[in-house]
């Protein structure tokens, strides 16, 4: 059962909402929402994925989320449709949780401009009350930009006067987002005015941490400094990690322990330390991926760069961790003497544990260098398999065990820091390897005892002595 601590709905608040994407983010709001009371229809174009949600499956992998979607479906509190004229109707609030995607170096903000517009057109002929928000990452300025127009021009109304509007953005991780969304560490309410605000405030009521109400740009705003810091400490991490790698006895988990115990990131109290889970991200590896980071950078680097501000920091943070897996890449084959030929086995696809999403992860560009320089790749993971048959077809094949995987290959490369891959028993599938060279791209399988002949490689460290 999940651990989130549940405190009961203030004052009877039920709001209708509907909610455009059922995705990663729509789809875990609308259960968490509904399961605080709310009465949640999620909107997707997608008619197959709306039909799992309303047979009571959840089209993705997320911990929890089936628990909970089966009971607010049950609770008849969740329903999903394509229908969004009648959602809309059925509602006083409606979040945009659509796609965000990368395009041309920025981002695609088609999907949130389709779906306000769509929610204009129906604004225009109803008496009562409406607030809009945005749930999806925009960059500063969308929502009291684009959103705004498209939903004035569609409506024949004015915001703040015709409909209420707003901007919220998501913080939830992939993995464990249904308890991030249960045990938020703020709620972020952009607000064209105090009166859309409100409503969204109402909605949000049982939640007790603080309720930062700011202007729309500066919400949109804070959700990219969010993923911004958390980039930069990884690509910092990453850089220092590289240098350990050509230092002799280097070691740069050893020195990011040592800085861990900096009392400024630690800090101590009543002489028991603090260890905050920002710390996570001062750890090299094979670089950041996934929906967001990678995305919400970039964006934020092309839109800030369209004014004339330049941002060398952001290029810089980016140029570090596409970098990094040709680097892990270059290790592997140093150890091998080259690809060309060599059976190589990836562990993990997903661009972290616990979710099945690969959009953008590190394993991407490491399984296309291995392709590329002429090796045959074989992988394994728990959940990401149907997103790997799609990318990569024949290309590539996915192993339905760890014996699968590791009969006859020359190295194993671990992409993904399933804890899965921490139990399992190296000795026997080490001794099935042709050529026994491990790289640790995330630095998991560093308390593994190897057996004799086994090659070793993780990342951060340096040519140890012999
Ligand atoms: N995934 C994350 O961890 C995460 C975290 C925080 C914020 N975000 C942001 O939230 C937004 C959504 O991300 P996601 O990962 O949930 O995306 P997703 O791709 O998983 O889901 C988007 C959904 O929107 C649907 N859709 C597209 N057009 C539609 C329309 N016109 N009407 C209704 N539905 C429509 C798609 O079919 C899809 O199901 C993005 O802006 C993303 O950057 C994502």
Not at 52 to 59: A, C, L, T, Y
Not at 81 to 87: G, N, P, V
Not at 173 to 189: K, Q, S, T
Not at 396 to 415: K, R, V, W, Y
Request: charged content about 20%.
């Amino acid at each position: 059962m999940l651990a989130f601590v549940w405190r009961q709905a203030r004052g009877g608040c039920v709001m209708k909402v509907a909610i455009f994407g059922a995705g990663y983010v729509g789809l875990v709001t609308g259960a968490c929402l509904a399961h605080i009371g709310h009465q949640v229809v999620c909107v997707d174009v997608d008619a197959a994925k709306v039909a799992e949600i309303n047979g009571g499956r959840s089209p993705i992998y997320e911990p929890g989320l089936d628990d909970i979607l089966a009971g607010v479906r049950a609770a008849g509190r969740l329903t999903a449709s394509t229908d969004a004229d009648a959602a809309l109707a059925a509602s006083e609030l409606s979040m945009i949780a659509v796609g965000t995607p990368p395009k041309d170096g920025r981002i695609d903000l088609g999907y949130v401009a389709e779906v306000s517009t769509t929610i204009g057109r129906s604004l225009a002929n109803r008496g009562d009350r409406h607030t809009v928000v945005v749930k999806s990452t925009v960059v500063p300025g969308t929502t009291g930009g684009l959103v705004r127009d498209a939903l004035e021009r569609a409506s024949g109304k004015r915001a703040g006067v015709g409909f209420g509007l707003c901007q919220n953005p998501e913080f939830l991780r992939e993995g464990c987002a249904v308890d991030d969304f249960m045990n938020p560490d703020r709620i972020v309410i952009g607000e064209f005015d105090a009166r859309s605000g409100d409503a969204l405030a109402k909605l949000y009521a049982p939640f007790e941490c603080p309720h930062v109400r700011v202007a729309l740009v500066n919400s949109e705003l804070i959700k990219y400094a969010s993923n911004t810091l958390l980039a930069t400490l990884i690509s910092f991490s990453n850089e220092l990690y590289g240098l350990c790698e050509v230092l002799p006895g280097g070691d740069g988990e050893v020195v990011m322990d040592g800085l861990h115990l900096d009392k400024r990131l630690a800090p101590i109290d009543g002489g028991k330390r603090i260890v905050p889970q920002i710390l996570g991200y001062l750890r090299g590896g094979v670089g950041y991926g996934g929906s967001c980071l990678p995305k919400d950078l970039n964006a934020l680097r092309a839109h800030a760069e369209a004014m004339d501000v330049p941002m060398p920091l952001l290029r810089a943070v980016m140029g570090v961790n596409s970098r990094r897996p040709a680097l892990v890449i270059d290790a592997l084959a140093r150890a091998l003497g080259g690809l060309k030929g060599k059976r190589v086995a990836v562990m993990g696809l997903a661009f972290k544990p616990d979710t099945d999403d690969l959009r953008e992860s590190p394993a991407i560009p490491l399984v296309d260098g291995l392709l590329a320089a002429g090796a045959e790749v074989r992988a394994f993971d728990t959940h990401a398999v149907a997103s790997a048959r799609a990318r990569w077809g024949d290309a590539i094949t996915i192993a339905p065990s760890p014996e699968a995987l590791f009969s006859g290959i020359d190295a194993a490369l671990l992409a993904t820091a399933w804890p899965l891959f921490r139990s399992w028993d190296y000795r026997t599938l080490v001794a099935a390897m042709r050529t026994k060279v491990i790289v640790d791209g995330r630095n998991a399988l560093r308390h593994v005892v190897w057996p004799e002949g086994t090659r070793y490689i993780a990342v951060g460290r340096g040519p140890q002595a012999s």
